[in-house]
């Protein structure tokens, strides 16, 4: 079957059609009901999981509380300028190597989670993300696709007030606000593609389309990022990597436009699934 991994309530989880398998109900204390430590023997549980069908089912599809289906990664890489579209309408040169930040991990929450908006120049970015699912170090590229675990659909969410404050801007902070990396609603495996690196992706705002993209034209694919950042930094089941967002973010329209109190993000990318994200102010503590 199609691996389609999430959590559900907390738990690892498959989902189904129409219903749902609870891993550690399902496999008999093999695989536990934290999804990190399934992510940490990502191979032999992918193998587990390809082999259940409805008769392993525990519960129904719907509805259900999906969190994050990556909730503690060791490490956010995220990349910025990756589609030519956007680096023309954010008036930067395309980028002659991959330009890398981080989102911290304090930032990941679900496909669902509302967003609290810390100011007023809050900001979308509907990106496919990387989970990485084998350990790795200076991986050729023509083997970084056997390293991943799956795709997610993912949010950038930046904080332009605080990004551009100062120079030089500080892209690791501005996209690392709490709960400003949206992600799921599941992490699918690559051969549940027809072709796994041309994806559709696209964004809405309060209704409305701001993003349409393709994954067949990021600058640099998904194995040049893996091979790439693996030069320099071990890769860990679970990592993660944001892979950048087409255009038609909101710092470059004219007029400029913000996230607003009430607004929905609608995020999908084909074969994966639909984020729905709602902005809420700013809370306490
Ligand atoms: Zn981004």
Partial sequence: MSLRFATVAGRASLLLDDALIDVARAADGRFS??????????????????????????????PVDLGPPVPRPPKVFAIGMNYADHAREAKLEIPRSPVVFTKFPNCISGPFADVELYSDRVDWEVELVVVIGRRGRRIA????????AGYMVGQDISDRRMQFADKPPQFSMGKSLDGYGPTGPALVALDSFADPNDLGLTCAVAGERMQSGRTRDMIFPVATLVAYLSKWCTLEPGDL?????????????????????????????????????????????
């Fill in 33 to 62: 009901a934290d999804p990190m430590a399934a992510l940490a023997a990502w191979d032999a549980f992918a193998d587990w999981a390809r082999g259940r069908s409805a008769a392993d089912a525990t519960g129904p599809r719907s």
């Fill in 241 to 285: 990597i944001f892979t950048g967002t087409p255009a038609g973010v909101g710092s470059t329209r004219d007029p400029r436009r913000y996230l607003a109190v009430g607004d929905e993000i609608v995020s999908t990318i084909e074969g994966i699934g639909t984020m729905r994200n709602r902005c809420v102010a700013a809370g306490g503590e």
């Fill in 141 to 148: 590229e023509g083997a970084a696709l056997a390293h991943v």
